[in-house]
């Protein structure tokens, strides 16, 4: 442009003098150098665009900010996964990092500054309605420029459906070591329980007719129990075929509740039982699992209440062709924070050497292989309750049968 602009004031200081030379001369380079202006805000423009393009349709949450948590850049993706819009997070201090997360960004901005990678670290933040969400998070620090503070990057990405799928793998994995722990021990502890029970009956026999007679079918149920327990240990590494017959639920839950009453009367508590709805009712499987599901609900029942608390076990049908045994207790119920791991293997409350941490996973077990669900929650009243919905194969047809628990 420069040597345009000399060729023409030459040729102008011929034709017309200095002075309107310089005037014309002026106008056009004002006219050039305008063109150029406009040409490179075009191009700054068309870059602008194309990086705002790139981040807006990144698939993971992009935010950039400087050394005081001020954001400078957030990308459509995080206003999705954080709930923020752009003009509401720009300028601001960043608000999706949790009070109790903030010493460690500021370890993870010091290896950055160190030059160590940070790459998908695993934390949480926090979204505008103030729910905390697992992500991945990379950071990057920013070359620097004159004049400018010195910013950082962060990615982050939602790894919830991670986390779940790591969650079931892991189960997986304790299933299948239970698993082998269970086929390493059931032969050790199958044949004692056999030659216990086989003493059992020879002992029942010569006592026929005698008050000891009811005292030692106690004993027999209770080894059978504990036949039916140890073989369902293998159940977590193979399922077998379960005898598909008849059970009436009534008869179960009152023969698992004889079993229990003694531990019942040694807290001197209650244990009511209002199955008039059930009246009838048989479901699809085995008398013998099913009756072991329901005495580790009862059991942890028992173990919740206090001395002289309440054990209430009812039921009620629904319109579907199923039914609904529920046991509440009156113990203190079930913390908040653990709620989600009652149902985890080898996990209990309970003190060392009162608890194996397999009657849930076990008893979960059992009822889904009978077609079932089984819950676990608090009541609003206070204490626990455990319900178990089953298929029933003959619904009593009541006029009181209702839609929703008692």
């Not at 981040?55 to 206003?79: I, K």
Request: net charge neutral; hydrophobic share 40%; with cysteine.
């Amino acid at each position: 442009m420069a040597t345009l602009l000399v060729s023409i004031w030459e040729y102008l200081q011929r034709a017309s003098g200095d002075v309107a030379a310089f005037l014309v001369l002026a106008t056009v380079a004002g006219w050039l150098i305008r063109r150029e202006r406009r040409r490179r805000r075009r191009e700054v423009q068309q870059t602008h665009d194309h990086y705002r393009s790139i981040l807006d349709n990144a698939p993971d949450a992009v935010v950039l900010f400087d050394l005081d948590f001020q954001v400078a850049e957030w990308s459509a993706a995080a206003e999705r996964l954080y709930g923020i819009r752009r003009d509401g997070a720009l300028g601001r201090r960043l608000a999706t990092v949790p009070p109790e997360r903030w010493n460690e960004l500021r370890e993870l901005l010091g290896r950055v500054s160190r030059n160590q990678a940070v790459l998908d670290y695993e934390s949480e933040r926090l979204t505008a309605s103030g729910k905390l969400i697992p992500v991945a998070l990379s950071y990057t620090r920013m070359p620097a420029v004159p004049d400018h503070p010195q910013l950082y990057l962060e990615i982050a990405q939602d790894i919830h459906e991670r986390l779940q799928l790591r969650d079931r793998l892991l189960e997986v994995e304790k299933f299948t070591l239970m698993g082998r722990m269970a086929a390493g021990t059931a032969h050790h502890l199958n044949t004692p329980l056999t030659a216990m029970l086989l003493q059992t009956e020879m002992l029942a026999q010569r006592l026929q007719g005698r008050e000891e007679e009811a005292d030692l079918a106690l004993i027999e149920d209770r080894i059978r129990f504990c036949q039916v327990f140890v073989r369902d240990l293998l159940c977590f590494a193979r399922v077998p075929e379960l005898p598909q017959k008849p059970v009436p639920l009534c008869e179960v839950i009152g023969a698992v509740a004889g079993l229990l009453r003694p531990n019942v009367a040694l807290k001197m508590a209650t244990l009511e039982i209002d199955l008039k709805d059930l009246q009838g009712a048989q479901i699809k499987g085995d008398p013998n699992y099913f009756g072991a599901a329901l005495s580790a609900l009862l059991s942890n029942a028992v173990d919740a209440i206090p001395v002289k608390g309440s054990i209430r076990i009812h039921g009620r049908l629904d319109r579907e062709g199923g039914g609904e045994i529920s046991i509440d207790d009156s113990g203190p119920g079930i913390p908040e924070d653990l709620q989600t791991s009652v149902f985890e293997p080898f996990f209990t409350t309970k003190p060392s050497g009162h608890g194996t941490g397999l009657g849930l996973p076990i008893a979960r077990n059992i009822v889904e292989r009978h077609g079932g669900i089984l819950r676990l929650r608090n009541r609003d009243g206070g204490g626990a309750r455990a319900s178990v919905w089953l298929p029933l194969l003959n619904a009593p047809t009541l006029p009181h049968a209702r839609e929703t628990a008692a």
